[in-house]
């Protein structure tokens, strides 16, 4: 019994690298739909994971790779979030145009369009 849930456990773990791998990718290409998608299969298989690992005993070999798969899931779940935080702050700054815009618009009507339009082509940020 044990050494078929000491293998669960690192079929797992192997599983899990895999996925967030697939995730890091769709992250990379900024496929945040997709991105979404696969979190609810990551947050299946991280409390499988959570069960397995309760009931298992792991001898050091199986400890170890349990160890390298867990640094290699750490790091791209590292990479993910900063392409994540880059995201925030890119749709950030589209609010903050989309607001400014709005505000020109109540402000001075159909003027306010040329403006920032022209902002726009030219490269200047509207106030």
């Known amino acids: 019994m044990a050494m078929t849930t000491a293998r669960a456990v690192i079929d797992g773990y192997a599983e899990l690298r895999q996925q967030v791998a697939t995730m ?3 992250a990379n290409e900024g496929d945040w739909e ?8 990551y947050l299946q ?3 499988r994971l959570r069960q397995l690992d ?4 792991l001898n050091r070999e199986d400890a170890q790779r349990k160890a390298e798969l867990l640094e290699a899931i750490l790091a791209d779940d590292l990479a993910i979030r900063e392409h994540l935080v880059a995201r925030r702050t890119e749709l950030g700054q589209l609010m903050d145009a989309t607001r400014r815009q709005r505000d020109l618009h109540r402000s001075y009507g159909k003027q306010a369009a040329t ?3 022209a902002a726009n ?3 200047q940020r509207v106030p």
Not at 34 to 41: H, M, N, R
Not at 54 to 57: A, C, G, K, L, V
């Open 24 to 26: 890091l990718a769709l």
């Open 34 to 41: 997709a991105l979404i998608e696969q979190q609810a299969g």
């Open 121 to 123: 082509q030219f490269g």
């Open 45 to 47: 298989l991280t409390d």
């Open 54 to 57: 309760d009931q298992s005993n």
């Open 115 to 117: 403006v920032v339009d």
